[in-house]
């Protein structure tokens, strides 16, 4: 049985049989049709990050990292660069993460590709997408 567990503004809950981990729990008013997976970064890049996305949705800290709500999925195709961690399930070390920031919008996620490419530019990694076979015949 999955235990609630307050912490500032943001929940956490317990997942059974996986201690050290919570899943990041977001504003009841927030809904999540498109799932919900987490990318974190340390949190020495959180302000940056924050300030520089053009739109951003729910964002959970703790004095270690920092975690942007994203679509579940979005990693797909995608290898997002150390030291950025992709946490699927929202399922993060129990760090006691609250939530600091909340959209103004109704969407609690952060769109992942300007996210993305923002992660990549704070770690001097070129984004790279796996592209079709690419064939050069007439």
């Known amino acids: 049985m999955a235990t609630l567990l307050a912490s500032g503004r943001g929940r956490r809950e317990h997942r059974g049989g996986t201690p050290g981990e919570v899943r990041l729990t977001l504003p009841p008013s927030l809904p999540t049709t498109l799932g919900c997976d987490a990318v974190g970064v340390p949190a020495r890049h959180g302000f940056r990050l924050l300030s520089r996305l053009p739109a951003t949705g729910c964002v959970f800290a703790d004095s270690d990292w920092w975690w942007w ?20 399930g929202a399922y993060v070390p129990d760090r006691r993460p609250r939530l600091i920031h909340r959209p ?10 300007p996210l993305y490419l923002m992660v990549c530019q704070l770690t001097g990694i070129a984004p790279a997408w796996p592209g079709p076979g690419l064939e050069s015949r007439l």
């Open 104 to 113: 103004d919008t109704t969407s609690p996620y952060t769109p992942p590709i």
């Open 69 to 88: 709500i994203v679509p579940a999925g979005s990693d797909a195709d995608l290898r997002w660069p150390l030291p950025a961690c992709y946490a699927t």
